[in-house]
């Protein structure tokens, strides 16, 4: 479940040809469990109908007619004060100079000038508008009292040149908009720096030593700390994934690049979360030049890798205020067992038992089963869950644990 469930956010569209993205944002939003409100400008509505919104949410999306009927006096101060957030995507250079000026001529800057809530601006314009010092001078002027700019970015624009000015994509707004109500939430102020993927060895220039890892767990637990208003580092290793938005992320390959990672980013951290698949053994020596068939088969001696959390273990035993740390125990037998001693080898507050050797948890796998084991000897059995119902247990463990 994302911080969106249940949030009331007003999201206004006004007149730019990026406002079909707003349809989008809407559903994806009511899809996310947000009780979402639309107002669009009357140069938005040139762009797109209030039916198609209405058609998405399920329910009336408001115009300017609205700010002319009998309820008017009531409407934007009820949507203002209920609001969780005010997100305005795509927002106009007009309408980025009214919000900067305090302008209240239309339903959506007067709702913005009732609001108490956080302000997201998503802006999207011609990349020279975006430049001119006047925009500049008004955004600076919003983020001044507080307001977040999500964007633009960089690339093709509808006028047929490229520059800075168009909207980002519907993914990205989700992400900025998650990462916004989170910074209200219970880890608001915490620094919790994660691991995610599995560590590649190389054997030459181009084989590595690797593992089935897909990283989807620990990005996961990743978005689910910044939901809950977490600073968060995540030191991944080369994955296929697109990282939380918001996430301070650190990019390594080898064990012991993440070992100085993870030492260094955990020095300071409230909480370690040590998801990643690494290597215990490496290529004592990677060939310099690409292995070639005709020399034979290679004969690749291994060494054992640095143990990461051990090595956290230690440090932590030197810190004043040594931070939460939970561990992974990727198991194909005796899971509790072998969790149980793990969890006291590397001194950790909570270790994530998860049996790999099932097809529906583990490597790769959208689900997980896993069993939390804590240091005051509690156990837990979660069932089959989404990864990131998964990462949304285990992150709500560790905000009790720094509670
Ligand atoms: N880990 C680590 N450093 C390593 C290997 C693992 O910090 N060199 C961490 C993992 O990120 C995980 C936990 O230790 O959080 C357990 O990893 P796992 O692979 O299950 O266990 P190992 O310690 O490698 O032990 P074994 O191979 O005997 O199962």
Excluded at 54 to 72: F, K, N, P, R
Excluded at 345 to 374: H, P
Aim: glycine letters at 8%; proline letters at 4%; hydrophobic letters at 45%.
């Amino acid at each position: 479940m994302s911080n969106l469930q249940d949030k009331h956010i007003v999201l206004g569209i006004t007149g730019s040809i990026a406002a079909f993205k707003g349809a989008d944002l809407a559903s994806k939003l009511t899809q996310l469990g947000a009780q979402v409100d639309v107002i669009l400008t009357s140069a938005a509505e040139k762009f797109i109908t209030p039916l198609t919104l209405q058609s998405v949410m399920g329910h009336h999306a408001y115009t300017e007619s609205d700010l002319w009927g009998g309820e008017a006096h009531v409407l934007h101060v009820g949507l203002a004060k209920s609001a969780d957030l005010l997100v305005i995507t795509p927002c106009t250079a007009n309408t980025i100079a009214k919000l900067a000026h305090g302008e209240a001529d239309n339903l959506l800057t007067i709702t913005a000038l009732a609001a108490r809530c956080p302000l997201l601006i998503a802006p999207a314009m011609d990349g020279g508008m975006f430049e001119h010092p006047a925009t500049q001078e008004n955004l600076a002027k919003l983020k001044e009292r507080g307001a977040y700019i999500a964007g633009p970015a960089e690339g093709h624009l509808a006028s047929g040149l490229s520059g800075v000015g168009r909207l980002l994509e519907v993914p990205d707004l989700i992400g900025h908009i998650r990462f916004v109500l989170g910074r209200r939430g219970r880890l608001a102020d915490k620094k919790v720096v994660v691991s995610a993927g599995g560590t590649q060895e190389p054997l030459d220039p181009v084989r590595v030593l690797t593992n089935k890892s897909s990283g989807k767990q620990g990005y996961a637990l990743a978005q689910s700390a910044i939901d809950l208003g977490a600073e968060v580092t995540l030191i991944t290793t080369p994955t296929s994934l697109t990282a939380p938005i918001g996430a301070n992320v650190v990019h390594v390959q080898t064990a012991s690049q993440m070992l100085e990672a993870v030492l260094k980013e955990s020095a300071d951290a409230d909480a370690l979360v040590m998801a990643a698949a690494v290597a215990d053994f490496r290529p004592k020596r990677a060939a310099g030049n690409k292995m070639k068939k005709r020399d034979g088969i290679p004969q690749i001696e291994l060494e054992t890798t640095e143990d990461i959390l051990e090595a956290v273990a230690a440090q932590r035993s030197r810190m004043k205020r040594p931070c939460v740390t939970v561990g992974f125990a990727a198991e194909s037998r005796d899971l509790i067992q072998n969790a149980g001693e793990k969890l006291k080898s590397k001194n950790l507050d909570l270790i994530v038992a998860n049996d790999i050797s099932a097809k529906d948890a583990g490597f790769g796998a959208e689900t997980n089963r896993v069993t939390l084991l804590f240091s005051s000897g509690k156990q837990e059995s979660l069932p089959l869950m989404s990864k990131v119902d998964v990462a949304d247990a285990i992150i709500e463990r560790v905000a009790a644990l720094l509670e």
